[in-house]
């Protein structure tokens, strides 16, 4: 295992009992996921696109994930425009077996936070992505 | 709960792990935030201020340590306390969030901090 790869794995399993949670954003890919730098989190949410490759690659993620025995794996179906994407999202989940902790609705305020270079949340609280969000801490909250 | 975000460049993971920080430290309090990608970009969804950016330190991968216990089991151990971790490489973010940012082979930054 690369060293980078040992580092983050080791430092979420060292820090854990620094907060109540940790929330780790991980390098972008299935790197991380075959080197098992992440098998030791408690929860993955894998984050998806209403296309075909994204979704594709969302099922290989969550493979690899359910390999390495992560408790709770969940889908985050992103940028949704319409019913049509979040149709093609659900089907496509139900057909691997693989819940969807939210529906998050494609969203200028996200475009226009990053423009001004402030969080997504500061921007503007009430956006729909952001609630969507919420649904998310919910859950962690009452788990 | 350890909670990791992951997905295709550009599908949104950094966005939503930034925001669900937020969300998570203001119902929970204290909410550690680790970037393990190389592009620093969760800073700016957690909404720190650019300048507060570039004082970022990397952590390099030398934190870890590969070791041998007592029995001879390979353990990862920290290389130094979790208090001088937060000094040298922690970054204070909105609502009380504590940022640390992994350094990568690829960067050149990665190692110097």
Redesign the interface.
Known sequence: M???H???????????G????????????LE??KRG??K??????????PYY??LE??MR?FKL?SELNIKHLYV?S??ISNNDDREAIQNFCKKYSMPIISD?PYDNN?IEA?RN??????YNHEAP??KA??Q??DW??A? | MRIATVGKGGAGKTTIAGTLARILARKENKILAIDGDPNPNLALTLGIPRNDINNINFIPHTVMKLEEDDFGEKILKMTLSEGDLFKKYGTKGPDNIDLIVMGHPADGTAGSG
């Open positions: 690369c060293a980078s040992r580092a983050v794995r080791g430092l979420i399993v060292e820090l854990t620094y907060s109540k949670h940790t929330v780790t954003d991980m390098e972008a890919g991380h996921l730098t992440a030791n989190v408690d929860m993955m949410i894998i984050v998806v696109e490759r994204s690659a969302g993620t994930a985050a992103n940028k998050i996200l990053e270079e402030m969080a997504p949340i500061d992505s952001i969000i919420h998310i801490s962690i909250v788990n």
